[in-house]
């Protein structure tokens, strides 16, 4: 028998190659076709969404430059990951819909906001008038209270998974983390409330820009929650060990990208209530470092922070199924031993 790859190319009666054809592992098809039809709809509407953008639909782009090696990254993360959520949660649980519903309709929501949220917008707002900037205001609004809806239907599934009682180790780090991330959000809503407000000279519009601002604090409380959750959970020896090691790294990465972000915010209020000192001067090197460091922080906390949670989910941090180790061969005979026991949860473990 030849060997594959030692094999001419075949020909048909006419003496033309046939076309080259790309390998395809066999096991790629059976795990599509054992997908839930809902992961299948969510992995087409992450192609969608990414060919939508490449054409401009709405208004929306890649923002994919060939010069700007880091776009090449931030072209797909962490949003096409975001609208591909609850396909991870499926592929690694087909039964995520009953073992963690509340994880899983967190995860919908969360997808669907970043799917919607940007063509929607684009769509409304072309035009012009009061009523297209109230309109694309309200589709932002909307987007931001459906992805807070569902971070903390996902922080509130993963309580329902009786996690293990912390070390005194991570219920400190979870408390830092919610701190950070919440104390950013309560800064937006400080400066909102009490800083100068947008005027644009028509009334509702105004009052939809304050409304904005407190969503997107509240929509940062809630990732504050989910992070305090997931780092507090650190331990449980039942989810894949991978899945929580990855998480807990990410969430402190986004805390410390979220504190710095917090002060940047801060000084801008009161640049903005008190106008710029020399140091805050345009040019400026203390400028200058402030604006390095809130683009190095925005890469840290979002395009690696917040992917790499959503991967930890795709490896099981919402999984405490037993994992089994695979049975001997049946034909392979040997002494018999006692099966495997799995370590208790600490709070099982603690006297």
Do not use: C
């Amino acid at each position: 028998m030849t060997d594959g790859r030692d094999a001419e190319p075949a020909t048909n009666a006419l003496g033309v190659v046939d076309p080259i054809r790309i390998p395809i592992p066999s096991a790629l098809p059976r795990a599509w076709q054992r997908l839930p039809v809902l992961a299948k709809v969510f992995v087409g509407l992450t192609i969608l969404d990414i060919v939508a953008r490449a054409v401009g639909f709405a208004g929306t782009s890649l923002f994919l430059d060939l010069a700007a090696p880091l776009s090449v990254l931030t072209a797909f993360f962490p949003r096409s990951l975001l609208i591909l959520f609850p396909a991870l949660l499926l592929l690694r649980r087909p039964d995520a819909d009953r073992a963690t519903p509340l994880v899983l309709q967190g995860a919908v929501l969360v997808a669907l906001a970043v799917l919607l949220g940007d063509p929607l917008g684009g769509l409304v707002g072309m035009g012009i008038g009061e009523e297209v900037i109230g309109a694309s205001l309200l589709v932002s609004i909307a987007a931001t209270a459906l992805k807070a809806a569902g971070w903390i239907a996902i922080a509130i599934g993963l309580l329902r998974l009786a996690p293990v009682a912390p070390s005194r180790f991570l219920a400190g780090l979870s408390n830092l983390v919610f701190a950070a991330i919440a104390g950013l959000g309560l800064v937006y809503l400080v400066g909102a409330l009490l800083g100068p407000r947008t005027d644009i000279g028509i009334p509702g519009v105004d009052g939809l820009f304050l409304l904005s601002s407190v969503t997107a604090a509240i929509g940062l409380m809630a990732w504050a929650f989910l992070g305090r959750v997931i780092v507090r959970g650190a331990d449980d020896v039942r989810r894949p060990l991978i899945a929580t090691r990855l998480a807990l790294p990410a969430f402190a990465l986004i805390a410390v990208a979220s504190a710095f972000d917090a002060l940047v915010a801060g000084a801008f209020f009161v640049m903005r209530a008190f106008g710029p000192g020399p140091a805050l001067a345009p040019g400026q090197p203390v400028q200058d470092a402030i604006i390095i460091g809130s683009i190095t922080t925005g890469i840290l906390g979002t395009l690696i922070g917040t992917s790499a949670v959503i991967v930890a989910f795709g490896l099981g941090l919402a999984d405490t199924s037993p994992r089994v180790p695979a049975p001997a061969h049946d034909a392979v005979a040997g002494p018999e031993v006692e099966p495997l026991a799995w370590p208790a949860p600490a709070a099982a473990r603690a006297p």
